[in-house]
């Protein structure tokens, strides 16, 4: 059993963390059917902790998974097609889909990972693809290498991460040569990244310029059913059980499970429901005790200071200086240390903080 420490789980290569192995499932097309998604709450519960993370780039994560679990949990996990043939394709299939996709963006979704699945390139562990090809693009916040979107004229467009223009997409195959050009390109280590070679001057060929990028919506009624969030982007089990209930499930990179056909939306534990709630403010990684990082808890500690963070402002608490739970600059970031925590305005976890050292007791007057 492959187990990586801190960096890119799969289900075939959990994580170790705090809390047990983290287990991360990549659905097919970022979609779960009704049984899919019960079936995994049903295994969050009798292989982990119950605890299922929704991650920046739309997978899930089950936590609290041991040694001696993680083998039943693949196989339940294989009965539900969510597991690939080996750590390789696996890793391979780092694809994100809009979750407004539209008949097209699903055949190009299921295009590109059978392509991917028997192609041969050795791609850094973090490389991924976007099929962004909705109404309107609404992925380019997220994180990807390559992005296949629309241009201005509605036609299919590649472009690669870091470009503002991208050229046109005739086939599957042109995704993979961009691929293969980044390689090509001289990216040595595992962790090279498309919109870095871009950054030093290295760039593909590209005239074409994508559809103007539509606003990430908030919880609420979307033309495919309902977008309802999740605090801090995790769900228990009996939540995802009674969400798998109501319709098949769409994932979004924004903390949101998108339910499709319906029109009310439950009031289940975790579930934030109305776009002006305070949390949506809120970003925290696990944190303590979950995280063996971690030098102070998160989650409670940003639930404590919701009420404080005003409209359009984001709130980071960070167990350390790595920043898994936003990437971003933010507003306010608050990075634990051994001392205390660093106050860093406009910034991410790991930037100088204008405050050094404050104890918890400080920072509602500080912030
Ligand atoms: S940022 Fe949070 S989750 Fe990431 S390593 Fe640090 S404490 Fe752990």
């Given at each position: 059993m492959s187990v990586v420490k801190g960096w890119c789980p799969g289900a075939l290569q959990p994580m170790e963390s705090g809390d047990g192995w983290v287990v991360r499932v990549r659905p097919r097309g970022g979609r779960l059917s009704m049984a899919q998604a019960a079936g995994i709450a049903q295994a969050a519960e009798h292989h982990g902790n119950g605890l299922i993370d929704l991650t920046g780039r739309a997978n899930l994560q089950l936590r609290g998974v041991t040694p001696a679990t993680h083998a039943p949990l693949i196989t339940d996990l294989r009965r539900l097609d969510l597991?690939?043939?080996d750590i390789a394709t696996e890793t391979r299939r780092n694809i994100i889909v809009t979750p407004f996709a539209d008949i097209e963006t699903d055949r190009l979704a299921t295009t590109l990972e059978a392509a991917l699945a028997v192609s041969t390139l050795t791609l850094p562990a973090k490389f991924g693809f976007a099929?962004?090809?909705?109404?309107?693009?609404?992925?380019?916040?997220?994180?990807?290498d390559i992005r296949i979107e629309r241009a201005a004229d509605g036609h299919l467009l590649l472009r690669a991460d870091g470009m503002a223009t991208g050229q046109p997409l005739t086939d599957m195959a042109c995704a993979l040569d961009l691929a293969a050009w980044f390689l090509s390109r001289?990216?040595?280590?595992?962790?090279?990244r498309m919109a870095a070679l871009i950054a030093r001057g290295t760039t593909p060929p590209a005239s074409l310029s994508p559809a103007v990028a539509a606003p990430i919506p908030g919880p609420g009624p979307v033309p495919q059913g309902m977008l309802v969030a999740l605090e801090f982007g995790q769900a228990g089990a009996a939540t995802l059980t009674a969400l798998a209930a109501l319709g098949p499930i769409r994932l979004t990179p924004w903390r949101m499970l998108l339910i499709e056909g319906l029109h009310a939306a439950p009031d289940l534990p975790?579930?934030?429901?109305?776009?002006?709630?305070?949390?949506?403010?809120l970003r925290a990684c696990t944190g303590a005790p979950g995280c063996p990082q971690a030098h102070a808890a998160t989650r409670p500690l940003a639930r404590s200071l919701a009420a404080q963070v005003p409209k359009g402002a984001v709130l980071h608490v960070s167990g350390c200086a790595k920043g898994c739970g936003w990437p971003h600059p933010a507003t306010v970031t608050l990075t634990a240390t051994s001392q205390g925590f660093d106050l860093i305005r406009g910034g991410r976890a790991h930037d100088i903080p204008q405050?050094?050292?404050?104890?918890?007791?400080?920072l509602p007057e500080v912030l």
């Open positions: 597991i690939d043939a099929v962004d090809t909705g109404p309107a693009p609404v992925l380019t916040q997220t994180p990807a001289g990216v040595t280590d595992g962790r090279g975790g579930l934030i429901l109305d776009p002006a709630d305070p949390r949506l403010r405050l050094r050292g404050l104890p918890a007791a400080r």
